[in-house]
């Protein structure tokens, strides 16, 4: 009856964070957020992210959005949240701008079904489409010297809810499946404003986003030393359609995504992560032309995990990873086309355990370059997060 | 129960960080007009329409108040050269018996004799040409009706012995001096007692006049105050005497508008208009000399839209010395003539005094962008009134060109592309 009354609220909890956090899922964290269909967003707690993004083959990864396989074996109803802070540092033609960013980018949650089965469930960001540029100039209208902003802004994204299960093939191999279920809008709004008591010009538009996709995942664990995870996603299309009375359509190839990951113990107190992800966004490149195109992206990652340190009786993992990697879409802008943007970052962070791997806490910290002279922009940032996960066991 | 409230930490650090969610958040924004996609930048085009081209009426309706409404008297010399106006009063209600209390004991004294006393106004100033002002005070030998009196009139039918009131003794004689540190804007006649004694018998009243040629002074009501000695006390006691009518003459008459726009004035002139708004607007700048499609109004934004009025002289000393509130009020049931009624103030501004001079040129540019909205949005023609307010409040008239213009200022509409 316990265990029951503690699922329920879980849950309720869940259902809260979703409702009020849902909006801020995707808020914006970059100014390549303008290019192709948004900045792709991974969805991972902080323990990955301090990993160098490996979302996946982490030992005690219950809560994973990489791969539904993942909470084969879960213990007892699970739930995590995290919470992402962003600065960051653009420069562009001579110039500079920067900003800063809250979001939660990943809620998900995990119930054991019997012996062997499990459920997740969760929401997660996918695409950040939250951008602005602006300008200031002035006009000259009759003798009158008028003061003007100009601006274009883009505001939403995508997000996917995740159902998902996973079955347990004896101790050391689960294999999962999930739906995910697309979702989100986007409104952009192009105005100009005036200095003086003029009425503004603005004019809006916005859509939403609907689409369906799949994703199964194995993990296997040879020995308590070796994990090995991988996970595949794909199917359907992404449908954007204007929230007007003409409702036009407009459908976008869901890419293929490969995530696979292995961790192994290499010393007593000392792991070692490393995974890599592809996702096949080139197929949207002849729908994302007018806005400079699409190509596949993929990432190589890995990260250390060092678990020596105590706080008394609670373990105090400490992190260090790295990642390189190719974004899909452009720095989209106005005159020449600059070139396909790369990313890399330094991770690092730290964990805290509690109740006996009951409930965690970690925080990473990341700091990356995108971009370069050959893509027109290069931007720097901090990236900070933190995730708190509780195990109602 | 160790577990149960671990969860419970943990549903809390849950919730807390729900809170933070909403620390910072703010949309990462790139400046510079160089990265505006190419036709994205909004284009603001300015457009000046003629008269012909958004009017499709206009009526002037005069007569809403006269010289009897005015809460003023106006005191002229030959201003502008030409007009000249004398001030009119009457004091009435002198006392047949005065109540004196000594020791708390009133006494009722029919027999009484007047001081000296005094008769004062306040100039409005900033209605007023500058001073100083010579301002005299006669003693009137006509009887006059202020119904019916005008400088040549004096009674309906009976003309003044002197045209401007038959004057008698020159009573007394003020001078305005404007910002005076000591007496202000005020104005004090000082009156002979005989004079006084004078006035409380049967008497036509007074008469103000200025003597400094080029003057328009506009003044208050004029009050009498005046010491009374009762016979059987040695004492005196002031009594305000009420006054009774108090008018204006004026002289010459107010000058023909002929075409022109007129609006205040003594008879609160408006001019009623109707504007078209099926207006079709080019969508490049007219400057730039090309040929470019247009577009109908009513699919831009209007950012700006003004009335663009050019003042005209007014004659016969009848121009404002101040400026104008200007106010446009919707007209409903424009059919109705000069009786339609109005809607509250849309806009309003000002038009300075000096448009109406002769030999000066001006504009007034009233703001209409609101209005101007609503008239799109109904879709249909509008009728405005324009007018002087508070109405009957000013003596001076304002003429405008009948041919305004429209100036707009606006954008022409954003198409913002989605992914």
């Known amino acids: ?393 | 129960m160790s577990h149960i409230s671990t969860i419970h930490r943990g549903l809390g650090a849950l919730l807390l960080l729900g809170s933070l969610v909403g620390c910072a958040d703010e949309i990462p924004t790139a400046t510079g007009g160089d990265l505006f996609p190419e036709g994205t930048l909004p284009v603001t085009i300015e457009l000046i329409v003629p008269a012909s081209a958004f009017l499709t009426e206009d009526t002037v309706y005069t007569g809403y108040t006269s010289r009897r409404d005015a809460d003023f008297l106006l005191v002229a010399d030959h201003f502008d050269g030409v007009l000249s106006a004398h001030a009119l009063v009457r004091f009435t209600d002198f006392p047949d018996t005065v109540s004196v209390t000594v020791d708390g004991t009133t006494h009722k004294d029919t027999v009484f004799t007047y001081g000296a006393g005094q008769v004062t106004a306040v100039v409005d100033s900033i209605a007023s040409t500058e001073g100083p002002v010579l301002l005299r005070l006669w003693a009137l030998t006509q009887e006059w009706d202020e119904e019916f009196v005008t400088w040549e009139l004096a009674e309906e039918g009976v003309a003044w012995e002197e045209p401007g009131g038959t004057r008698g003794t020159l009573l007394s004689e003020t001078i305005w001096v404007p910002s005076d540190t000591v007496s202000g804007d005020s104005l004090t006649w000082e009156v002979d007692s005989l004079d006084v004694a004078r006035l409380s018998r049967e008497s036509p009243g007074l008469l103000v006049t200025s003597a400094t040629p080029g003057s328009r002074v506009q003044i208050s009501d004029l009050e009498l105050s005046v010491p009374v000695h009762p016979v059987s006390k040695d004492t005196a006691l002031v009594q305000e005497i009420s006054a009774g009518p108090q008018t204006f003459i004026v002289t010459p008459q107010p000058p023909e508008r002929g075409v022109a726009w007129e609006v205040g004035g003594l008879a609160s002139s408006r001019t009623v208009f109707t504007l078209d708004p099926e207006q079709e607007v080019p969508t490049c700048s007219p400057d730039s000399g090309a040929v470019c499609p247009t577009i109908p109004l009513s699919e831009v934004t209007l950012n700006a839209a003004s009335l663009i009025l050019e003042g005209v002289p007014v004659p016969n000393g009848y121009r404002p010395i101040h400026a104008l509130v200007l106010t446009l009020r919707r007209v409903f049931e424009p059919e109705i003539g000069a009786r339609a009624p109005l809607g509250s103030v849309v806009s309003v501004d000002s038009a300075a005094a000096s448009l109406f001079i002769s030999g000066s040129e001006g504009l007034v540019e009233l703001p209409v962008t609101q209005p101007l909205r609503a008239i799109l949005a109904s879709d249909s023609a509008a009728t405005m009134a324009l007018l002087a307010e508070p109405e009957g409040s000013t003596f001076g008239i304002g003429w405008f060109k009948p041919a305004p213009r429209l100036r707009l200022i606006y954008t022409l509409p954003l198409e913002p592309r989605l992914p």
């Open chain 1, 1 to 393: 009856m316990m265990r029951f009354m503690n699922s329920r609220c879980l849950l309720l909890v869940l259902v809260f964070l979703g409702i009020s956090a849902g909006p801020q899922v995707l808020s914006a964290q970059s100014l390549l957020a303008n290019g192709g269909l948004g900045l792709p967003v991974e969805p991972i707690d902080a323990r990955g992210a301090a990993l160098g993004g490996v979302g996946l083959a982490l030992p005690n990864n219950y809560l994973s959005w990489a791969n539904p396989a993942e909470s084969g074996g879960v213990p007892a109803p699970g739930l995590l949240a995290t919470f992402q802070f962003d600065q960051f540092s653009a420069q562009f033609r001579g110039r500079e701008d920067d900003g800063s960013t809250a979001r939660f980018p990943l809620l998900i949650g995990a119930f054991p079904l019997g012996s062997n089965w499990s459920l997740t469930f969760g929401y997660g960001g996918i695409l950040d489409q939250n951008w602005s540029i602006e300008r200031t100039d002035t006009l000259l209208l009759g003798s009158d010297s008028v003061p003007i902003t100009d601006r274009i802004s883009s505001t939403g994204g995508v997000a996917a809810w995740r159902l998902g299960g996973a079955y347990t093939l004896g101790s050391n191999l689960s294999v999962g499946a999930g739906l995910n279920a697309y979702t989100g809008s986007v409104e952009r709004i192009t105005g100009r404003r005036f200095g003086i008591n003029f009425t503004p010009a603005e004019s809006s538009t916005s859509s939403s986003y609907s689409g369906l996709g799949f994703i199964g995942g194995i993990r296997w664990t040879p020995s308590e030393a070796l994990t090995l995870s991988a996970a595949a996603s794909a199917g359907g299309t992404l449908t954007s359609e204007t929230d007007d009375s003409l409702s036009i359509a407009t459908e976008y190839d869901l890419p293929l995504r490969l995530d696979v990951g292995a961790s192994g113990r290499v010393g007593s107190n000392t792991l070692v992560a490393l995974g890599a992800s592809f996702a096949g966004w080139s197929t949207a490149n002849d729908a994302l032309a007018a806005m400079g195109g699409a190509r596949d992206s993929w990432s190589f990652k890995g990260g250390i995990e060092w678990d020596a340190i105590q706080l008394g009786s609670r373990p105090i993992p400490v992190r260090i990873g790295g990642r390189i990697g190719a974004l899909p879409f452009r720095w989209a802008t106005g005159g020449e086309q600059g070139d396909w943007v790369d990313e890399s970052a330094f991770t690092g962070g730290l964990g805290l355990i509690l109740a006996e791997g009951a409930a965690r806490a970690d925080f990473s910290v990341e700091r990356g370059t995108r971009g370069g002279d050959a893509a027109g922009i290069t931007e720097d940032y901090w990236r900070y997060m933190l995730s708190v996960s509780v195990l109602g066991r």
